[in-house]
Every structure is written in structure tokens, then in C-alpha cells.
């Protein structure tokens, strides 16, 4: 790795580090086989109701899809869970035992609750393979970190997931060089390396190719009951990939829950034909 690299690697892995230093003290239990719960939040900004009373729960192992037009609230409803905004009132819960409201972000993502917006952001000036190394979740000092030999099984850990992420062959090419999709691949990886319990994923396949969103599909389905996995998407194709046809579909409207079943069940819903996919 050259200067500038190592330079870049530092920084990189310094805010890496500074977000995994807060000590979260109780384990996550899913004794009740319940990853997220959110309970009746309600967000408002400026006497606009963002959530307004939102309830929903998403189970241990599930894929979940969240569907709504937009100004619906599944970004405040994904910034609620995050900590990145706190609801005006109710409940959000990691497992049975972790109070998502009383962490902060940096907490929540330690925890195990892992969020990929929907621009990727990568380390353009390193390589696939260093951006997955400096997302290991290991709790080391920069320089140490950066002159650290990778045991082998880390290196196993990563060729695992370089495989999974569909970039086995792109490993020493630098991230910057990447296309959009692949971009939004290497970002997912680097989650997974931090080994998350609760993956929330704001549409994963915007600006996609057919190719590349089918090939998204693939790994979502892949990481399904090994992860708890929030997709908010439009693109109802890539929706259909994802349930395929036996997976519940959470429409929000207006803040709040407007319709939950099989994504055949809500197309057929007159409200949400109304407020959504009637248009």
C-alpha cells in the first residue's frame, strides 16, 4: 500500500473506529424470535406528522419489503430505528431487551444494526479487498491495524463475502473503478463484515442494471435467515424477486401502516391501489 493509501486507510479506519468505540453492554436476545419491534412512534417536523403512530415487527431471519409513495415516512421510520432522529413518543426495540431510543447511533450500529443508504459510499482510492479489510469489525489502533497481518481466518472471511457480493474477481481493482452497482455490492459487504443482526437497506437497486438488480435480488434471498433484512424499495419487479410470492409486503401511508400481506394481497388493496400503485 502506498503512502497516500495507508494515509486514506487511516482516516478511513480512525471513523470506522471512533463509530464502534461506544460500549453496549447487554447482548441481544431473540428468545422470542422478534429482531426489530417498533411500537406506536410518532415523529413530527415543523406540525408535519412524519410517523404517526407507526407500529410493525419484523421477525428473526425474516426479508421484509416496505412499500409506500413518497413522503410516506420510511426513511424517518428507518432514521428512528438508527437513532439518526428520535420519535416524539413510542417504542423501538432490538430484540426483546435492547432499547433502541436510549443508544446512539454509533451504539445502535455496534449492537448489530446495520443501515446502507441508498449512494454508495466506498473508499474510491482503496481496493475492494483493503475496503472490506478496514470494515472488519475488530477493535485495533490504526497503525497497528494498517501493518496488522490478517490471519487466515480473516482472509477466509473476506474471500467468503467477496464471493457473495458477486466481486471474487475485482478484489485488487480500486473501488473507484467499480460501476454503480457494484459499488452498491462492495458497500453491503462491508455491513457483513461487521457481522449485523438487522440489515435496513434503502433502495439497494436505484440506478441498477435488469442485470445487477437480479443478481441484488440473489444476494438478498442468500443473506435471508442468517440476517434480518428491512428492503425499502419502488421498483415492484425487484419486490417480486424478493417475496416471491410467500413473503409479507409493508405498505406505509402517511405515516402509519396502511396494508401488510403477500404482495399479491396488497396490489389488490383498494386503499393502497388508491395511494400508490394505482397511479
Not at 493509501?5 to 428468545?31: I, K, P, W
Not at 421484509?64 to 420519535?87: E, L, V, Y
Not at 472488519?136 to 490478517?150: I, P
Not at 462492495?186 to 443478481?215: F, H, N, Y
Request: aromatic fraction near 6%; glycine fraction near 8%.
Amino acid at each position: 500500500m502506498t503512502p497516500d493509501l495507508m494515509e486514506a486507510g487511516a482516516r478511513a479506519l480512525a471513523a470506522h473506529q471512533a463509530r464502534s468505540r461506544a460500549y453496549v453492554s447487554d447482548e441481544v436476545y431473540f428468545g422470542q424470535g422478534v429482531a426489530l419491534y417498533v411500537d406506536e412512534i410518532s415523529v413530527s417536523f415543523d406540525g408535519f406528522k412524519a410517523l404517526n403512530a407507526l407500529s410493525l415487527t419484523i421477525d428473526v431471519g425474516e426479508l421484509r419489503c416496505i412499500i409506500g409513495p413518497n413522503g410516506a415516512g420510511k426513511t424517518t421510520m428507518m432514521d428512528c430505528i438508527t437513532g439518526k432522529t428520535r420519535p416524539d413518543s413510542g417504542r423501538v426495540s432490538f430484540g426483546s431487551n435492547i432499547d433502541l431510543l436510549r443508544l446512539s447511533e454509533p451504539q445502535i450500529a455496534q449492537a448489530g444494526v446495520g443501515r446502507k443508504f441508498q449512494k454508495p459510499t466506498v473508499y474510491e482510492q482503496l481496493t475492494v479487498f483493503e475496503n472490506l479489510e478496514l470494515a472488519l469489525k475488530a477493535d485495533r489502533r490504526v497503525r497497528a491495524a494498517l501493518l496488522h497481518r490478517l490471519t487466515g481466518a480473516q482472509r477466509d472471511r473476506i474471500g467468503e463475502v467477496l464471493v457473495l457480493i458477486h466481486l471474487k474477481g475485482e478484489a485488487q481493482r480500486m473501488a473507484g473503478l467499480l460501476s454503480h452497482g457494484q459499488k452498491q455490492w462492495l458497500e453491503i459487504g462491508m455491513l457483513l463484515m461487521q457481522d449485523p443482526k438487522l440489515l435496513l437497506l434503502d433502495e439497494p437497486v436505484a440506478g441498477m442494471t435488469d442485470e445487477e438488480t437480479e443478481r441484488t435480488a440473489e444476494l438478498f434471498l442468500s443473506l435471508e435467515g442468517r440476517h434480518s433484512l428491512v428492503v425499502v424499495e419502488h421498483d415492484m419487479k425487484f419486490v417480486d424477486q424478493l417475496t416471491q410470492g410467500r413473503k409479507k409486503v409493508t405498505v406505509l401511508h402517511e405515516g402509519s401502516v396502511l396494508a401488510e400481506g403477500l404482495l399479491s394481497e396488497v396490489q389488490a388493496n383498494e386503499k393502497v391501489v388508491e395511494v400508490y400503485l394505482g397511479r
